[in-house]
């Protein structure tokens, strides 16, 4: 395998190098350098698990500098320390002519996958340059499970801020703690760009969980993970707050998946955030996990009634928490929330079909219910239910949105069915027909 790269590197015609678990040898990864120099076509490499150790990486770091067209790489699992990141730091540094009109030069990395290494704290200092401060070109870097330690928070962070392209920093097990994570996310609203923000497995602990909450309204994160960090309801609820501090919130994916500490009060709290009609309440999450917490039934309930009030939310994970009727009954809400996502297109219910639908959940689904939610309520499915107005300008409005909800009789009915058992469930009580 490793002849037949050689011989694609000289051919220069493939635009993608995979070595991919793939023993490279000293002499080879020699050989290697010497052929990527010469070429001028690769532009994605893998070299997962090819075992090339400080002296591996140095040699085809300078190969890379040299041929200047490689975009993406991955060098995980090959046991790279500080002298491997020290020569591969210059591939992520955009370097500034003296002239000012001179465009900057970006120096070819996009992409970085450092996973399971050997990578600490100084190793990472060097790799970001924090000696020699400079603009970072990186896009996406991946630092997973190295032993990066809380020492290096104050170093990603500065690194952060020196990176405008960043978009994707995956840092899951790589024990940052509690202060790293702190000081992290002192920059992450000077982050504009970051989207993708992974600190799963690095423990943690409520006072990270908080900190991350409290500036998450003034960053740009679309998708948060953090699973497995010793969280409780502390922070849970910190961060069911943050979804709702601003009205421009662009979180869409929250992971707190194996949180055990975690239960019914966040669930309920993000609940409310979920449930709150607009322009207080959140529209911008549609995909939550937490799966392998302690949220129960009652939970799940509070869930539920947030995929009723807001179509928004698209894909829910509770894990084992709940049982398969409760779990049948969030995914027919759910399969609703997704048609509505992808438009698909909805037939105008008519007399016939309207026979199926009692007016109580015809006003859940409409959103008339939403004018009589406060956020003290436990649960929109109560006795309050608001009553229609019988005036003109109301009922033309409840037609209107009721256009846009499915009337087939089968799709209705199964809506009617896991709205009364949630209903049962939390109330112990049946919707009653108007």
């Given at each position: 395998m490793l002849?037949?790269?050689?011989?694609?590197?000289s051919a220069g015609q493939d635009r993608s190098l995979n070595l991919r678990g793939c023993s490279v040898c000293k002499r080879a990864s020699h050989g290697l350098a010497v052929a990527l120099r010469g070429n001028t076509s690769v532009e994605e490499m893998d070299l997962h698990g090819a075992q090339l150790d400080d002296e591996g990486v140095a040699c085809l770091a300078g190969a890379l500098l040299e041929q200047g067209r490689v975009r993406h790489l991955d060098l995980g699992a090959n046991g790279a320390g500080a002298a491997a990141a020290r020569a591969l730091s210059p591939l992520l540094r955009t370097e500034w002519a003296a002239d000012e009109d001179t465009p900057p030069?970006?120096?070819v990395l996009r992409?970085?996958?450092l996973a399971r290494n050997e990578l600490n704290a100084d190793a990472c200092a060097e790799l970001l340059s924090a000696s020699q401060p400079s603009t970072l070109g990186v896009e996406s870097l991946s630092l997973a499970f190295n032993p990066l330690s809380s020492a290096a928070g104050e170093i990603l962070a500065g690194g952060l801020r020196r990176a405008p392209s960043l978009h994707t920093l995956q840092l899951q097990g790589s024990s940052i703690g509690s202060s790293g994570c702190t000081a992290l996310a002192a920059v992450l609203p000077e982050a504009r760009v970051l989207k993708h923000l992974d600190l799963c497995a690095n423990d943690i602990g409520d006072a990270g969980g908080q900190a991350i909450a409290q500036v998450l309204p003034h960053s740009r994160i679309a998708e948060l993970l953090v699973a497995h960090n010793?969280?409780?309801?502390?922070?849970?609820?910190?961060?069911?707050i943050g979804l709702v501090r601003r009205r421009r919130c662009t979180l869409q994916l929250?992971?707190?998946r194996g949180n055990k500490r975690i239960g019914d009060s966040t669930a309920e709290a993000i609940s409310k955030a979920l449930s709150a009609p607009r322009p207080h309440g959140n529209r911008s999450l549609t995909s939550l996990d937490l799966a392998g917490t302690a949220v129960t039934q009652a939970g799940a309930m509070s869930l539920g009634d947030a995929l009723v009030c807001n179509s928004k939310l698209t894909s829910l994970d509770l894990g084992r928490g709940v049982n398969e009727e409760t779990a049948r009954a969030l995914e027919v809400l759910l399969a609703h929330n997704r048609s509505q996502a992808q438009r698909i297109e909805r037939v105008v219910p008519n007399e016939s079909a309207q026979e199926h639908v009692r007016l109580s959940v015809q006003q859940l689904y409409t959103g008339a219910?939403?004018?009589?939610?406060s956020a003290s309520s436990p649960t929109m499915l109560d006795n309050s239910l608001p009553e229609v107005e019988a005036d003109a300008e109301l009922v033309m409005r409840l037609q209107d949105q009721l256009a846009s909800v499915s009337v087939e009789t089968e799709h209705l009915q199964s809506k009617v069915a896991a709205?009364?058992?949630l209903a049962t469930r939390s109330l112990g009580v049946g919707l009653k027909p108007a």
């Open positions: 002849v037949s790269a050689v011989e694609q590197l030069v970006t120096n992409t970085l996958r010793r969280l409780t309801d502390t922070a849970g609820r910190a961060l069911s929250l992971v707190l219910s939403c004018k009589g939610f709205l009364e058992h």
